[in-house]
Each structure stands twice: as C-alpha cells, then as structure tokens.
C-alpha cells in the first residue's frame, strides 16, 4: 500500500544520519519560569530518556507537574533552563522543521478551507505548492476527510476538525509528531474512534509520536512505553514498557494485562494522594 511510506520521504543529511534508537533524546532537562511579579517556578527537574524511530511514547502525570512544558521544549516553542535536546540528530533550540505539533484545540482557521488549511505549513516554509497539494490530498485521503477538502471547518465535528489538524502537522513531512492532549475536548465515544484512528494514522505514516495526556487508558492504549511524571517539579517516576500486541483493537483493554498497566501507573499517583 503506498501509504504506508508516507512519512518517510524527504530527510535532511542530519536526520538521515542520527540514531534510530535515539531519534530524541533528552538529558539532564530542567526548567525553571522566572515571573516578573512571583517567585521562580521550577516546572521540571532532570528529566531524560530517550525515544526510538518510529515509537510511539506517551507522557502522563498530575495536573501542573510539566507534561506540555516538556513538549513545548522539544518542539522548540520554548528555552530549557539547562540539558540537551536533540531531534532526529539535531540540537532543539527553537522549532524545526523536522517536527510537526498538535495541540489541544484543532486551531483551523475558519475562513479557508480544509485542504487550505492543511497546507499552511508548506506554506510557511515555502516548499513547492504543487508537491505538497498532492501529499496534502494523499494525507486527507488516508484520514477519511478526501470529500471534505472543499468544505469549511464550522462544516466538520470536532473528531473531523482534530483528523485535518493531524493532516496539518504532518504535511511537511516532519520526522517528529508531537501532541499536547488533543483529543481532550471529544466526547468519550469520539475519543474512543479516534484513538483507534490515530493508531491507524502512525502505523501508515511511519511517525515517531509523542502523546500528552491526561487520560491512563489511552496512554496504555496507543503507546510503546508510558513516561509517568511526579507531581512538580515534574521528574521521571517511571518509564513503562507497554508489552501489548499490536496492532490493537479497543477490546485489549478489557484484557488483564491492559489493566496491569493501568493500575501499575494509577499507583504512583495514589502515593502522591493524587489521581489525574
């Protein structure tokens, strides 16, 4: 099926020659936020791991222990106080082009229309329109949106709107898909849908993934391993293997082993006398 190698086309000489198994890479990361009329905030302390080409890793934690912090470092949206970051063999010290973001809102803008929207990274990056005009289909295509690429974003739902916003971080070809909880806003039967749809969209496009969310089962659900943060500072508490089979179908986590996990990452937060 072509659209299996949909996200391995373009790469720079850089990312062609880092490390698979250390396609990102974080060492020693602390960062601290210095209000101008408050004491210093100190949102992360030593966080680091390591994410492989083409894995899909979520982050979970307590509420305000740092997860969208640490993914606006790694997309480069913000400093870090100190540590290395490095995506697909480069130094993170403002965003790049080999990283593509979803955020918690699908954030369309409403006066063009889906198609056009999707392109609004090409765009910026002035990369050839009709080269990118045709990946832009091929992506609405393989996310079910080919009828809609006319059509305005008041004309889609939200699990529609959220599907285009994943067409858009992708678009560019990033090597990187980075996603701050967006599919928080959905109703739980969405979230389910599209939860077996962004599966569906990783394995077809070859991306590596990291997720943020609030949501245990989900992190279980969709992911190779869980980063689990403690309460802020935010630190590492655990990083856990999810050894489920893939591909994978909703009804796995009714399975025993699901609900080892679940509890195994439930627990950290009920020592803390906090569950998320």
């Known amino acids: 099926m072509a659209m299996k ?16 198994d250390s396609w990102i890479e974080v060492s020693g990361l602390h960062k601290v936020y210095h209000p101008r009329k408050s004491e210093p905030t100190h949102a992360l302390s030593d966080i680091g791991f390591t994410v492989g080409r083409g894995q899909f890793i979520s982050v979970v934690g307590p509420s305000g222990c740092g997860k969208t ?5 790694l997309a480069g949206l913000i400093p870090r106080t100190e540590g290395t970051v490095r995506v697909a063999g480069r130094d993170v010290d403002g ?12 954030t369309l803008l409403p006066w063009r229309t ?12 002035r990369l050839d329109r009709a080269v990118y005009r045709e990946r832009a289909g091929r992506l609405l295509e393989m996310v079910g ?10 004309e889609l739902s939200g699990g529609m709107q959220q599907r285009a ?13 980075l996603m701050d909880e ?31 969310t609030h949501s245990i089962p989900e992190a279980v659900f969709l992911s190779d391993r869980v980063v689990v943060l403690s309460p802020r500072p935010g630190r590492i508490a655990e990083i856990i293997d999810i050894d489920l ?10 399975s025993d082993r699901a609900g080892v996990h679940i509890e195994r990452i439930r627990s950290h937060f009920n020592a803390q006398g906090v569950i998320d």
């Open 165 to 177: 916003g994943i067409c858009r971080a992708l678009v560019h070809d990033p090597a990187v898909l």
């Open 145 to 154: 949106l080919s009828r809609f690429a006319d059509k305005y974003p008041d």
């Open 69 to 73: 912090t640490l993914l606006k470092i």
């Open 5 to 20: 190698t949909l996200g391995r086309g373009r790469r720079t000489a850089t990312a062609a020659e880092a490390d698979e």
């Open 114 to 125: 889906i198609l056009q929207n999707v392109m609004v990274p090409a765009e910026i990056q």
């Open 245 to 254: 089979e893939r591909p994978r179908e909703l009804s796995v986590m009714a």
């Open 182 to 212: 967006p599919f928080g806003a959905l109703d739980a039967m969405t979230r389910e849908y599209m939860n077996v749809e962004l599966l569906r969209i990783w394995r077809e496009s070859g991306k590596t993934v990291v997720l943020v």
């Open 95 to 106: 965003p790049l082009p080999e990283i593509g973001m979803v955020f918690q809102a699908a």
